[in-house]
Nanobody, 124 residues
Framework: QLVESGGGSVQAGGSLRLSCAAF????????MAWFRQAPRKERAGVAS???????SYADSVKGRFTISRDNAKNTLYLEMNSLKSEDTAMYYC????????????????????WGKGTQVTVSS
């Protein structure tokens, strides 16, 4: 089970920190990722972090968002800075067991486990 939290409403230029708590599986072995879905758009990968902590980011968030994980707390984070109105979306946490330690992906089909999402709204 994956449970997201930390969403909310913020003005453009502001910051938010999303969290995703994992229950019931070997979190440290998983590749974790954040996806988002804006109204009338497809869900898209934002950032991912492998079990070996290798990270990947969508071009639209590079330099503004940071993904991290705390294996001791079974928790995934997404630090979002310099938020823009186009960052407004439902943000989802996802997990999968990778084929090797350095593997990670921003492809939706690669992930087997999903949270229910947390809403982020950025007003300009």
């Amino acid at each position: 089970q994956l449970v997201e939290s930390g969403g909310g409403s913020v003005q453009a230029g502001g910051s938010l920190r999303l969290s995703c708590a994992a229950f019931g599986f070997i979190y440290s072995a998983c590749c974790m990722a954040w996806f988002r879905q804006a109204p009338r758009k497809e869900r898209a990968g934002v950032a991912s972090i492998g079990s070996g902590a290798v990270t990947s980011y969508a071009d639209s968030v590079k330099g503004r968002f940071t993904i991290s994980r705390d294996n001791a707390k079974n928790t995934l984070y997404l630090e979002m800075n310099s938020l823009k109105s186009e960052d407004t979306a439902m943000y989802y946490c996802a997990a999968t067991f990778p084929p090797y330690e350095s593997w990670n992906s921003l492809r939706e089909y690669a992930y087997n486990y999903w949270g229910k999402g947390t809403q982020v709204t950025v007003s300009s």
